[in-house]
């Protein structure tokens, strides 16, 4: 699940964790083709938040996407998020099939428990499925459940030091009712602005899928449940702030993700800017909507430096971990491109090493 916007990794990689991605970028870059939408693909909503937020001075442009304009319809809109019927957005899940061709198995529907180790090295996981217990043997074992999944197995596997401590870029949609097609007759996150990313906020279009929409409104403005008659001409946008790592994430516990004075005042920052920028684009004030706080993008809970080293290799020799838990802090823009960047130096080290 993603809007398919493509940001490149930060540089603090590189300065203050010596990891440098700027090769894997660039070969990313060129073999996956990621390129701003042309203007027809973009959809006239996203042009318009473009011209507003620019003629405010806000430094709005267009974003890198991992979209092929060729196959993308363009009117999926709001539910654009939830996966393309036109494979015009790029997944992992290409992947799968050359592996399979290589002679590789891909076992579904099965949840990792934990991972098994012998004479302190990784050997393999065992895990649940519908046939019952299953175990798997491997010369190098890589965790990638994400931020959420990885700190449990590796909790259960003995590093109990995952899970203390999460990032998850906090984030507010506003939106607002205007008389021109709306932000959900275009691919959301086509347009926005990185000029605030020194100040830790990010803006970007988007609206919420129609059906996700009045469950979203009732929980934060339930008087306004009836703009739900004019969803095709609302236009949205998005303030993605990098949080403080805090919090914690355990199998003997619920999960806690606060909020801290420095995450809301930049949060607050956000929202004013996006008001302005949606009554410039037309939006009539009083049908401004501000959401409710959420978190897409959780990260931070196995990271670089505390739980896997450079490499990233846990104590656990034999035992690596690829997704966005081994981000060390909050990144505060879209994940994917770096998560590719940090998985492919894994397999180049992985090559070189074993
Ligand atoms: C609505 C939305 C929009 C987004 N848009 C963008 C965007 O435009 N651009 C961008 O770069 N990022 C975007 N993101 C963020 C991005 O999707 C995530 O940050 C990214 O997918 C994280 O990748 P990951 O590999 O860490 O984890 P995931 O992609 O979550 O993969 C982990 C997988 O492991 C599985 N798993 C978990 N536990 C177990 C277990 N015990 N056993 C077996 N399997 C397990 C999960 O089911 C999941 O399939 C968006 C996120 C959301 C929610």
């Known amino acids: 699940m993603y809007c ?49 937020g620019d003629e405010l001075g806000h430094g709005f442009q267009k974003f890198r996407k991992f979209i092929d304009p060729l196959k993308c319809r363009s009117r999926c809109g709001g539910t654009c998020m939830l996966g393309c019927q036109y494979q015009a957005k790029w997944s992992a899940r290409n992947y799968l099939t050359d ?16 991972v ?28 990638s459940a994400g931020g959420l999944g990885t700190p449990f197995i590796l909790q259960k596997s003995g590093i109990v030091e ?33 000029q605030y990313m020194d100040e830790g906020f990010i803006l970007s279009d988007i609206i919420d ?7 979203m409104v009732i929980q934060e403005n339930p008087a306004m449940l009836l703009n739900f008659l004019s969803y095709r ?23 806690s993700k606060p909020l801290t004075d420095q995450d809301r005042a930049r949060l607050d920052r956000g929202v004013k800017i996006c008001k302005e920028i949606l009554i410039k684009a037309g939006c009539r004030p009083n049908s401004i909507m501000v959401g409710k706080v959420r978190g897409a993008h959780p990260m931070s809970t196995a990271p670089i430096g505390l739980v896997v080293d450079q490499n990233l290799q846990t104590r656990i020799p034999n035992l690596y971990v690829s997704d966005a838990s081994v981000i060390p802090r909050s990144l505060g823009r879209p994940v994917v491109l770096t998560l590719i960047c940090l998985a492919k130096r894994l397999t180049s080290h992985l090559l070189r090493n074993h």
Not at 119 to 125: I, R
Request: hydrophobic fraction near 40%; include cysteine; charge should be negative.
């Open 4 to 52: 398919g916007a493509a940001t490149e990794p930060p540089d603090w990689f590189k300065t203050d964790y010596g990891i440098k991605l700027g090769d894997y970028l660039q070969e990313t870059i060129e073999q996956l083709n990621l390129v701003p939408l042309p203007d027809e693909v973009a959809g006239t909503a996203s042009l318009r938040l473009l011209a507003a």
């Open 99 to 114: 592996m399979i061709e290589a002679g590789g198995e891909l076992i579904t529907r099965a949840e990792v428990d934990r």
């Open 116 to 143: 098994t180790v012998q004479d302190g090295v990784a050997t393999g996981v065992t895990a649940k499925t519908a046939r019952g217990d299953l175990e798997v043997k491997a010369e190098t074992v890589i965790i």
């Open 162 to 194: 995952a899970g203390q401590g999460m990032c998850i870029d906090p984030l507010v949609f506003i939106t607002g009712v205007s008389k021109h097609p709306g932000t959900c007759l275009g691919p959301p996150m086509s347009v926005g602005t990185y």
């Open 209 to 215: 899928p129609w059906g996700l929409w009045p469950i």
């Open 233 to 255: 001409r609302q236009l949205g946008l998005m303030v993605k702030v990098t949080d403080e790592r805090k919090g914690s994430i355990s199998v003997k516990g619920p999960i």
